[in-house]
């Protein structure tokens, strides 16, 4: 069990730092960033692969399937969107709009697991997804421009874990597939900003050659540390330790960039927050 949540706070801790890294390269595009992000995860993304033969036989398996390599290309779309959009938080100073989407990430996944999969809903969640729901509506009127970075985080991080529940294909091996399905656009994109664009990768200096290239195992490692702690942690546990990960962006957001939370946002957390402290107690009630 220690060693579980050792491992799991290990990826929870990475995941919820993002924003500091991501505004190293403030000074690089969001979608070169991007770019780099999907190249240099395939070579960390193989070296995981290539040590566990399990993983192996996943890939040539997913490889081999029709059916699965298309809901993998559609979750590799969908978890590009959601990378994109993140560092695009970032450069934007919109991080704290950022964690409010990883905070309704888990209350959407409920939402969708009662519609797609017919899960049963208890009461408490019912209430839980009602206090979210106003929370995030609270939110949305209270500011001058739309949270739309925050809706798609949320909505695009729910609906690939909604996806991915219904798929043969584990976490590491099944990203894999999905940034080798996606690479080809990717080079295109590549070829395109060489032509188009001025690129900041060989141009700029080799600090930000280092950060674009290490993108590739800020982005797996976490992963996979996650993915080796829910094998020994329940799933109630895992999922409740989840919100670190938001909680320590949107402190970084207001602590460390300094960016405005006013009162009216603040009760539109609140009712987030209280939909989250409910859906939590629901998880530890059933255990």
């Not at 069990?1 to 690089?28: A, Q, T």
């Not at 295109?188 to 674009?212: E, H, P, R, Y």
Request: aromatic share 14%.
């Amino acid at each position: 069990m220690n060693r579980g949540v050792l491992l799991i706070l290990s990826g929870y801790l990475i995941w919820g730092s993002f924003p500091l890294y991501w505004s190293l390269l403030n000074h690089v595009e969001p979608s070169e960033i991007l770019v780099h992000r999907v190249i240099w995860s395939i070579p960390v993304l193989l070296l995981f692969v290539g040590f566990k033969p399990s993983w192996r036989s996943n890939v040539r398996s997913a490889l081999g399937n029709r059916g699965e390599l298309l809901l993998l290309l559609i979750t590799g779309i969908l978890i590009c969107i959601n990378w994109g959009t993140y560092i695009l938080a970032v450069s934007m100073g919109r991080v704290i709009e950022g964690s409010m989407g990883y905070f309704l990430a888990p209350i959407l996944n409920i939402l969708g697991g009662f519609i797609f999969f017919k899960e049963r809903v208890s009461t408490l969640q019912k209430f839980s997804i009602g206090f979210a729901s106003m929370g995030s509506l609270y939110y949305v009127f209270s500011v001058d421009v739309f949270p739309w970075l925050g809706f798609i985080l949320g909505f695009s991080f729910a609906a690939y874990g909604l996806m991915r529940k219904s798929m043969n294909s584990p976490a590491v091996p099944g990203l894999l597939v999905e940034t080798l399905l996606i690479l080809p656009v990717t080079l295109l994109f590549v070829i395109w900003m060489v032509g188009n664009t001025k690129i900041a990768f060989l141009t700029v200096d080799s600090a930000t050659d280092a950060l674009l290239i290490m993108a590739g195992i800020v982005t797996v490692v976490p992963l996979a540390l996650f993915t080796a702690g829910a094998r020994i942690l329940p799933m109630t546990t895992a999922g409740i330790l989840f919100f670190i990960t938001p909680t320590l962006q949107f402190l970084i957001g207001y602590l460390f960039f300094n960016e405005p939370f006013n009162a009216d946002q603040f009760i539109g957390f609140i009712g987030i927050w209280s939909g989250l402290l409910l859906y939590c107690y629901s998880l530890m009630k059933k255990t």
